[in-house]
């Protein structure tokens, strides 16, 4: 069992990046959102191929953003109150994070020189938080 403090850093470092995938979608869904993601951006997904590309591409992966980020700090919150919500987080943060995971494999083009700014970074914290959670089931109740 980890400690309270433990429990809340673990919450908000969780909850900071499911923030981090709701505003970017967010923002990208109601504006130009992040222009130096799109600039060098080919407009087709190096998973899906040609199945489908361009603006539907996007609007796919806006989506798929918003909802990772929903997921993700839902299991922040989960963590948080474990004690009143027990058991709670860990199938929210793997399904929320299973949907950043997703959203980087269908936006990712195959640029390796666009990894970071395309989403990999991300999708690097979401696996953590999957093997987190697959790995310590009882540590947050």
Known sequence: MATIWLQYLVA????????????FGALSLSGPGFPQVFRAWKGNSALLGGAI??????????????FAG???ITAAIAIG????????????????SIMGVVSFGVFWD?????FANQGGIGMVISLGI???AAFFPAVFG
């Open 12 to 23: 908000f470092l969780i909850g900071s990046h499911g923030l981090v995938y709701l505003i």
């Open 53 to 66: 590309g361009g603006a539907h591409l996007k609007i796919l992966a806006e989506y798929l953003w918003v």
């Open 70 to 72: 929903i997921g993700i």
């Open 81 to 96: 109150l474990a004690s009143w919500l027990p058991g709670i987080w860990r199938p929210v943060a793997i399904a929320g």
């Open 110 to 114: 195959g640029q390796r020189s666009q």
């Open 130 to 132: 999957i093997s987190g």
